[in-house]
Every structure is written in C-alpha cells, then in structure tokens.
C-alpha cells in the first residue's frame, strides 16, 4: 500500500504512540483534580486538561493497536523464545516468574495502598492538591462551570439580571442567561473563576445560627458542597461562622486542627465524618 513497509510503519507507529502515551501520562500525573482544572481554567503548554486527557486516552489505543501488530509480525519469534526457555529450564522462564510477581505486587499495592508503591500514589495526589492555593480556587457547587449563568445565580442567590449587567459592564460577552459559565469563560478568554469573581459582590449571605441545626439537618443543607475538600476556615467565610470559635470548640473536644487541612483529612484522623467534624466545630463544648 503507497509502497509502505508495513512491518517497518508498525515499528515506528509502536514507538511513537509510547512516547506520545508517556508524556501525557506524565502530564496528568500531576495536574489537577478535574473541578479544580476546570474552574480556573489551568492550561500546561497551552492544553487543558480534557485536552491532555483526550491526548492521552487516543495515543494509548493506537499504542496498543499498533503494539498487538507489532506482537503478530514477531509472534513466531516470541513463542519460539518461551519455548526453548522452558525446555532448557524444564520449568516457565525465570523472566516469566519475576514479571509474574510485579504484577501481582503492583496490583496488590493499587488495590490495598500498600507502601512503598502507595507512595507514588500519594506523591500525584500531593502535586494535584498543591494547585490549591486558595479557597477561591474550589468551585462553590460541584461542575459550577458546567451550570447556565441563571442557574449558577439562583443556586448562589445572585440576581441573574444584575450579574448579566455586570458581566457586560465589565466587557465579557454573554449571549443568554441560558449559557453555561463555561462557554461564557472559553468564549472571553477567562476561567470561570474569573466569572464567579466578577459576579460573588452579589452573593445574599444566609445569616441564621448554624449551631441550632441538628447532624442530620446541617447534613442536608450542605449536601454537595464538597465538604470534605475544604478547610476549615474556608467553610466558615462561605457559611458566616466564626472560625476562631469553630477551632476552640474542636480543641475543647480534643480535636486538634491545622489551618490548611481540609475537614477530610481531619476527619480521617479521628475517625469521623466530614460533616461530623463541623458539626462539633459550630457546637459549644457541655463540659464546664
């Protein structure tokens, strides 16, 4: 075909989409978490994250298309390989056992975390986390940017005709109500962080005494929020709680927080809930 060696193309094309398959994987390794990407519109050498994620899942099929060709055009040579090793060793190749035995600790190490593999785990979460430098970098709502910019306002008590009219004050285009933050950011060249921020002044903050909710009330209330991906300072400037006095009534019941630790990681540490957490923290301590 067009005069093509094929066992050559395959070769190539193998070696190719592998490199094309590692660097992506590598990129992805440490971007972040795919709401904070979206929301402030992280790029790395002008891709998006869906972009390299795209890039990424597309190399890895033609890498193993082209690598199943590549394992036919040398099938005979591979099989004869394992067969004189078997015969020579009467028993499966030692390469065979080794390959055999990192498979079964690279699986066992994915599915219970256990060290030191989890480590390089932890370390992708880390970098993910560490592209977190602020609360304002968490979406309020889950997939805020995919919402319309009416339904974002309604779900954060803005007054969608005012926010149409300060957007355009401040020269971003919006076609419709209707259009999701997301396009409305894409087409204006802007993350939808950016949207939201133009937008937050506003916000009508809820003024009520939290404290008075029950678990299972507070619970419903806060149902996702995300929670558990938030501080707990940075819960008590979007909900209106005194954050001092938060901490005070955790380390009264012997818990004890750091500022930059989210209500997850708290809570794993002592057993408990997210939501359990900032029910203790908005809740006085009954001892004297």
Request: charged share 25%; proline share 5%.
């Amino acid at each position: 075909m067009l005069g093509l060696k094929f066992r050559t193309l395959v070769s190539l094309a193998t070696a190719f989409f592998f490199f094309l398959s590692l660097l992506s994987g590598l990129i992805l390794y440490f971007t972040p978490q795919g709401r904070i990407a979206n929301w402030i519109g992280w790029k790395f050498l002008g891709l998006t994250k869906t972009e390299w994620t795209n890039w990424h899942i597309l190399s890895s099929v033609f890498f193993i298309v082209f690598g199943l060709f590549h394992l036919y055009y040398n099938w005979s040579a591979f099989i004869q390989y394992l067969y004189k090793r078997a015969r020579l060793l009467k028993t499966l190749p030692r390469e065979t056992i080794v390959v055999s035995i990192l498979s079964l600790w690279v699986l066992t190490s994915a599915l219970y975390s256990l060290p030191p593999l989890s480590y390089i785990l932890e370390a992708s979460e880390y970098l993910k986390k560490s592209w977190v430098k602020s609360p304002a970098h968490e979406p309020p709502i889950p997939h805020a940017e995919g919402l319309s910019l009416k339904a974002f306002c309604l779900r954060q008590q803005i007054d969608p005709a005012k926010a149409l009219e300060i957007l355009q004050k401040r020269g971003i285009k919006v076609t419709s109500p209707e259009e999701t933050i997301k396009d409305i950011a894409k087409r204006n060249r802007v993350s939808p962080k950016d949207i939201y921020e133009i937008i937050k002044p506003l916000e009508k903050r809820e003024t009520f005494d939290w404290s008075k909710l029950s678990l299972e009330e507070l619970e419903a209330k806060l149902a996702g929020k995300g929670l558990g991906r938030k501080t707990l300072k940075a819960l008590s400037e979007e909900l209106g709680f005194d954050y001092l006095k938060a901490r005070e009534n955790l380390r009264k019941k012997g818990i004890e927080i750091k500022e930059d630790e989210t209500l997850r990681e708290i809570a794993d540490r002592y057993q408990k809930r997210p939501i359990e957490i900032l029910a203790e923290s908005l809740k006085p301590s009954t001892s004297s």
